[in-house]
């Protein structure tokens, strides 16, 4: 079982940050940030420390929202079933800096982009979860 931790970051305008993937042989996709927990690692403080990874920031992301498992492909190749936590954080703006990448973020292309709800519902390539406009309704726990 792969534990990983997902944060659903939106900015002050409600536009929604992901990251473009383009493994090879396969469709480039879209993702929240985040990634797989480290040994002995909770879901919190994983979210926390690929946010600041993969972003520059280096805040707490409060309580999960949502939870699934999920059967996919890592971008090694590898299948996975998959333990995802969702953590939901809005900040006012930030500019990504992604002087955190792994090298297997980098050689994907990892790139960024954020999204309005509108684009998220039609765009072309895949955006991963599926249901990511549902779990932005959720409300972040008090």
Same mark, same amino acid.
């Given at each position: ?44 403080? @994983?979210?926390?420390?690929?946010? +600041?990874?993969? %972003?520059?920031?280096? /805040?707490?992301?409060?309580? !999960? ?41 980098? @050689?994907?292309?990892?790139?960024? +982009?954020?999204? %309005?709800?509108?684009? /998220?519902?039609?765009?072309? !390539? ?17």
């Amino acid at each position: 079982m792969r534990r990983a931790a997902r944060i659903l970051l939106s900015d002050a305008q409600g536009c929604v940050l992901l990251f473009r993937y383009s493994p090879p042989g396969r469709r480039a996709f879209w993702c929240a940030p985040g990634g797989e927990c480290d040994p002995g690692e909770d879901f919190p403080a @994983a979210a926390r420390r690929e946010l +600041r990874e993969e %972003t520059g920031l280096d /805040i707490d992301c409060g309580s !999960e929202i949502a939870a699934r498992a999920d059967d996919f492909v890592t971008l090694e190749g590898e299948p996975v079933r998959s333990d995802e936590r969702f953590f939901r954080v809005e900040i006012e703006a930030h500019d990504v800096v992604d002087h955190g990448r792994t090298e297997l973020e980098v @050689a994907m292309g990892m790139t960024h +982009r954020w999204f %309005t709800r509108d684009e /998220i519902a039609g765009w072309a !390539e895949p955006i991963f979860p599926e249901n990511l406009l549902a779990l932005l309704d959720l409300k972040v726990p008090a």
